[in-house]
């Protein structure tokens, strides 16, 4: 590879990028498969690619995900069902054995991260089998010396606290003393989280009266104050999650920190869930990304950092219960967004595109289609930076207004349209092989501008003095994410390394 520096910069660059990510709280889906209708894992991981997400939560080990996720760079939080406690708490060769059959083969190609033990075992009457489940898990880990990279916890429900409001007085039920004693000793000492799925919609329909819908949904204009600290809370979610931290607090295990591996809003319900509506869905969990990534914090832990998973990826139409509960996802099965949301925190875009929503008055633009395969995109877009389309691509270049998202569908988007629109937003002009679809939706976000037809570039701020992109350099923007890949594993080896040196 030509120029001697390059390896150099861009492991540095690459550190930089990594040692961001490290810092602040993070967002997560996770991916449900509850129904007979999902696309395949490999379709479901490369959704995930597109969109740029990094942290996924699946509910088992199944090899297909497992397989499907490797060499992907996200990170993943696995699961062991409560079906199968008894078989992990019983006998340590269990743990071994799963552990040597359902992982070690996968790892590290497949990133896995986090290993939950149960799932809200106290709504299922199998808390006695956690904790030595999790036990014999972790020694299986230690074993073969991963115990340090693959924590281990368990999910619970907010039904865990006996008292949650005011925040201050969160309180532990006393009738899971007996679970929850060794379980907050054993994440103490590995320092795992406490994992708790946290759902303010809940907490609005089974009390409307008592729980206005604008708390519930971070919209609230009014304050809710704690009468013991004096903190003012503007929405229940900060609620209940400092009703948690008070109750570790009042146990005197104020180091550990807490992870929401489930929060979201349903855009579907029953006659008698109201509120259960795609509008309602998107504002909660705009509204929650933006929360999360701006590092908020909570009233009573202002800036601390918190990991936060979406649920979820997927509408599951085999769960049982009322409407609501099959009516979570953020897609439909055939990929297509159920409503908009931006996953950067800085507005209300479409998860598809990355775009603002705003009125279109009749015009079009032209955007990557979300089934177009990674090689398509890659192809359309050097083609369309390249002598062929002609069209400059200076903006999605490092720095400039439309670099970010970094995602190969967000990149080939503004170029694809800035095609569309240089050639009279044809339909012709919009193929792309099939890789390029039309849309009635502005895509334009933040700073980032796309032309429309009659205008002679797209607006953008910090261009000037670039020259317009060539094939090779929009080939250089897309470096393989397999290169991506192997060079966040690279630095993260040598991080691990350094760490283990201390």
């Known amino acids: 590879m030509g120029g001697g520096r390059f390896g150099p910069v861009f492991a540095a660059s ?9 810092k602040g709280s993070t967002i997560g889906i996770c991916y449900g498969r509850n129904a007979d209708d999902l696309p395949t894992p490999d379709k479901a991981a490369e959704l995930m690619k597109q969109h740029n997400v990094k942290y996924v939560r699946i509910y088992d080990a199944n090899i297909q995900v497992l397989k499907a996720f490797a060499n992907t760079g996200i990170e993943l939080m696995i699961g062991i069902p409560n079906s199968d406690l008894l078989t992990f708490a019983q006998f340590q060769a269990n743990a071994d054995t799963w552990l040597r059959n359902n992982i070690l083969p996968y790892y590290p190609a497949t990133k896995i991260t986090f290993i939950t033990v149960g799932a809200e075992a106290t709504e299922f009457n199998s808390t006695s ?33 006996s008292r949650s409001f005011p ?116 504002t909660y969990n705009t509204n929650l990304i933006r929360h999360v990534i701006n590092n908020a914090g909570t009233p009573a832990k202002p800036g601390q950092e918190l990991d936060v998973y979406i649920f979820s990826l997927f509408n599951e139409n085999r769960k049982p219960g009322l409407e609501s509960e099959r009516n979570w996802g953020l897609f439909y099965p055939d990929q297509t967004s159920v409503y908009n949301l931006d996953f950067s925190g800085h507005g209300s875009v479409n998860v598809i595109t990355g775009a603002n929503i705003t009125s279109s008055n009749g015009t079009t633009w032209c955007i990557a289609s979300l089934n177009a395969s990674e090689i398509d995109l890659k192809s359309a877009l050097d083609w369309a930076c390249g002598p062929g389309g002609n069209v400059d691509c200076s903006a999605i270049q490092p720095s400039q207004p439309c670099y970010e998202p970094d995602t190969l569908i967000s990149h080939a988007s503004y170029a694809f349209n800035s095609y569309y629109q240089q050639n009279g937003a044809s339909d012709v002009a919009c193929s792309f092989g099939g890789a390029g679809v039309k849309v009635d939706k ?14 002679n570039k797209t607006l953008s701020t910090n261009t000037t003095g670039i020259p317009s992109t060539s094939s090779s350099l929009a080939r250089k923007v897309h470096i393989s994410l397999s290169m991506w890949t192997v060079g966040v594993s690279v630095l ?7 760490v283990q040196g201390w």
């Open 442 to 455: 502005n895509p334009s976000y933040d700073k980032c501008i796309y032309m429309t037809a009659g205008s």
């Open 129 to 161: 089998l956690v904790v030595p489940a999790m036990q014999n898990v972790l020694i299986a880990l230690r074993k073969v010396g991963l115990h340090k990279k693959i924590k281990v916890s368990t999910t619970h429900s907010l039904g865990v606290l």
């Open 14 to 22: 690459l550190l930089l990028v990594i040692i961001d990510l490290c």
């Open 167 to 282: 925040p201050s007085a969160g309180a532990f039920n006393s009738s899971y003393a007996s679970f929850l004693k060794p379980l907050l000793i054993f994440l103490a000492d590995n320092r795992s989280p406490f994992m708790v799925d946290i759902y303010p919609y809940y907490a609005y329909r089974d009390s409307p009266s008592n729980v206005s819908l604008d708390y519930a949904l971070f919209e609230s204009s009014s304050e809710v104050i704690d009468p013991n600290t004096g903190l003012l809370y503007t929405n229940m979610f900060d609620a209940q999650i400092d009703a948690l931290y008070f109750a570790l607090t009042a146990l005197n295990f104020r180091t550990i920190n807490i992870m929401v591996t489930e929060s979201g809003w349903p855009s579907k319900g029953s006659a008698k869930e109201t509120a259960a509506t795609p509008d309602n869905a998107q």
């Open 492 to 498: 993260f080896s040598l991080a691990n390394g350094i």
